[in-house]
Structure formats: structure tokens, C-alpha cells
């Protein structure tokens, strides 16, 4: 039995990526910029066996349906194919904060899942390797194989790392307004926005320039430039699902959104994000932390916040 512990952090797209480029691969459509959120962990254990008979994924304790589990299972006979392996494997997998909720779950997930695949099997893949097997099951998992700032251009198998975790700054609040998952999954919500959406043309032509100047921005060290051209790319992609009729909202991340503008007026520069989810993400600098933490944890529907900031990447805790 061959056997890798990976873990992994879940990324928030500060130049989002939303919608697919026709035709097979798993390639996004508009180019993004992320930040790996130390705070929030995926721990994935993979083993391959021999005496086993199908593939087996535990998700939080529980066993994973087949039905379920087919971009997980995809990514193991990758490995299998390249790697020639006759074994099948065993996955058991547990986050620290809500699954398919819109905290980019399946970016930790199989950003963790691939790494610890690979190394069970005894493969020594480089990172831009393994953020290609990653991407091809989730494209958000490419860019948590890297830690800090991440970019995944448009046609590209693989991330790559921008900027390190200590470049900018920054303190991300995750606020947290439902334990449970989101109704819409991302894959689906961006097909239908691709294909309803009035928007879509629009976003897939501004995104790409809003991702430009944010990443010019970051690589500056310009906090407020960052944090306004984050906002605009998360209220311009969640405007185009709901004109389609995807809305992952709910009546807290409104109120949250609203708490954040008033920090803004009253002098603190905060600024929003949203992936597809009801969650708000709040970026503050350091230094205001503690009062843009307390200012969140009065709004109505808030449960709770977890802070984060930029993290490691995808990295082996132990192998045998």
C-alpha cells in the first residue's frame, strides 16, 4: 500500500474567474489573480492499493457516492494512465470550514488531492505539473498548488506564483453567513450564465482588462488600487450570473457589502469580495484588522469570521 498526506489552502480570486472556454480541458475563459488563504485547511490522505476494488472517497467522515465523486475519480485515472498504475486508491479528505459552500473547497480539495496522488504513487511531478492535474478537475485547484499571489492565464495547463505571501500586506475576512452548501454548484452556474446571461459578452471583454490592472497593482504594493479593482471584479461577475438568474446571495452578504461601504465612508479602506457563494470575503490591511473584525461581526447573519491571510501552497505533510 503506497500512501501521501497532502494539505492544502482554498484561494479568493481578487480578478475573478468565471465561465469556460468551449471544448474539452477545463480551460477558464477570462484570465484571474488569487490569493491562498492561510486560516482555512484541506487535509487529503490518498492510498493506492492493490487489494482494493473501485476507487473510494470520504469526504468529512462520509462516504462520497460515485455519482459524486467523478471529477475526483477522474483525476486518479490521470495519474493512473501517466504513471501506468494498476492500483486503485482510497481518498479520505476533511476541511476546517464548510465544503461546496463558496469557500473554494474544491480548490484546496484537489489542489491537495493531486499532490498526494502523485507522491503516493511515488512520482516527484513538479508544481506546474501538478496545478495542471489539478485544474483539469477544478480550475481554482490549479492556483492553490502555489502559495501568495497566484495567476492562471487563459489557455495556460498551470498557474503560476506572482507575487510571495509577504508582497502585500493583508488580512482577508472571511465572513461566514451559512454552514450549509450552496444550491447552485459553480460549474453549472457558470454555464447558464455563459448561456443566458445578457452580461456575458460584456464580462468576457472586461475581465480580461480588470485582471491587468489589478495584477499591475499588486505587483505596486497598492493596497486601495487592489482592494477597489477586487470589488469591481466580484459585483461585475455576480451581476452577470444574476442576470441569468444565478444568485448566490442571500440577505447577509448584502448587509455585509452595506458594513463594508460604511467602513469605507467613515475613513477605513476595506474593501469586498464574493466567489460563487453567499460569503463575503473583507480585504483589510493589517493594521485595521481588529476593528474592520469587530465592525463584521455585528452585522446580522454574519455567524462567524475566520481571518486569513496569504499562505503556503499545496505541501506534503508525510509519505510512505
Known amino acids: 500500500m503506497l500512501e501521501a498526506i497532502a494539505v492544502a489552502h482554498p484561494n479568493v480570486a481578487l480578478s475573478k474567474y468565471w465561465g469556460k472556454r468551449e471544448g474539452e480541458g477545463n480551460f477558464p475563459a477570462v484570465p484571474s489573480l488569487s490569493v491562498t488563504l492561510e486560516g482555512l485547511t484541506t487535509r487529503t490522505r490518498v492510498r493506492w492499493r492493490r487489494d482494493a476494488g473501485d476507487h473510494r472517497l470520504v469526504l468529512g467522515g462520509r462516504a462520497v457516492e460515485h455519482a459524486q465523486s467523478t471529477r475526483a475519480f477522474a483525476l486518479l485515472e490521470r495519474v493512473r494512465r501517466e504513471l501506468g498504475l494498476s492500483e486503485t486508491a482510497e481518498i479520505e479528505s476533511d476541511n476546517d470550514f464548510p465544503t461546496a459552500s463558496g469557500l473554494a473547497s474544491s480548490a484546496s480539495g484537489f489542489a491537495a488531492m493531486a499532490l498526494a496522488a502523485v507522491r503516493a504513487a511515488g512520482a516527484d511531478w513538479d508544481a506546474a505539473r ?156 493589517p493594521g485595521d484588522a481588529a476593528a474592520v473584525r469587530a465592525a463584521m461581526a455585528r452585522v446580522p447573519g454574519v455567524l462567524r469570521i475566520v481571518e486569513a491571510r496569504p499562505g503556503e501552497g499545496a505541501r506534503l505533510e508525510t509519505s510512505s
Request: with cysteine; glycine share 8%.
Open 130 to 285: 501538478v496545478s495542471d492535474l489539478a485544474r483539469q478537475a477544478s480550475a481554482s485547484a490549479a492556483r492553490s498548488v502555489y502559495g501568495g499571489f497566484v495567476e492562471l492565464e487563459v489557455g495556460a495547463t498551470s498557474a503560476r506564483p506572482v507575487a510571495a505571501a509577504a508582497h502585500l500586506p493583508l488580512v482577508v475576512l472571511v465572513c461566514v453567513t451559512t454552514e450549509g452548501p450552496k444550491a447552485i454548484g459553480s460549474t453549472e452556474g457558470m454555464r447558464v450564465t455563459m448561456e443566458k446571461s445578457p452580461y456575458a459578452r460584456a464580462w468576457l471583454e472586461h475581465a480580461p482588462r480588470l485582471h491587468v490592472r489589478l495584477r499591475d497593482a499588486l505587483l505596486a504594493g497598492d493596497f486601495m488600487q487592489v482592494g477597489e479593482l477586487a470589488e469591481a471584479s466580484a459585483l461585475a461577475m455576480h451581476a452577470t450570473a444574476i442576470a441569468a438568474g444565478i444568485t448566490y446571495w442571500n440577505g447577509a452578504t448584502l448587509d455585509a457589502l452595506a458594513a463594508v461601504r460604511g467602513l469605507r465612508a467613515a475613513g477605513t479602506p476595506t474593501y469586498a469580495t464574493i466567489d460563487a457563494g453567499p460569503h463575503v470575503k473583507v480585504l483589510a490591511r
